[in-house]
């Protein structure tokens, strides 16, 4: 059973920067593929980016292409995502997302293990 936890949520203004983390427990790290998904109000949970095992491999959204990088150590069991030139329409919930065996990695059914969410808010 792998454990994720979000950090680094916040209020931010537009054109601003975030730097989320997500610590993963209990299993082994370097196994995952890691992803970021984001659910704003009133809205279906949609995949922001992916990184696979050894990082050789990152996926993004069209929507945060250029502003967004996700990037992980394995020896710290952390997957990160730095947020820059954020806009209002990037306001979610933000979730660190787990799966040993995803091949479709913007898909949400593919992943076994979720954090609890780590809210962004970008203020006009």
């Known amino acids: 059973q792998v454990q994720l936890v979000e950090s680094g949520g916040g209020l931010v203004q537009a054109g601003g920067s975030l730097r989320l983390s997500c610590a993963a427990s209990?299993?082994?790290?370097?196994?995952?593929?890691m992803g970021w998904f984001r659910q704003a109000p009133g809205k279906e949970r949609e995949f922001v980016a992916a990184?696979?095992?050894?990082?050789?491999?990152?996926y993004s959204a069209d929507s945060v292409k250029g502003r967004f990088t996700i990037s992980r150590d394995n020896a710290k069991n952390t997957v990160r995502l730095q947020m820059n030139s954020l806009k209002p329409e990037d306001t979610a919930v933000y979730y660190c997302?787990?799966?040993?065996?995803?091949?479709?990695?913007?898909?949400?059914?593919?992943?076994?293990?979720w954090g609890q969410g780590t809210q962004v808010t970008v203020s006009s």
């Open positions: 990184i696979t095992w050894s990082g050789g491999s990152i």
């Open positions: 209990g299993g082994t790290f370097s196994r995952y593929v």
């Open positions: 997302a787990a799966s040993s065996h995803v091949v479709r990695v913007a898909i949400t059914e593919e992943y076994d293990y």
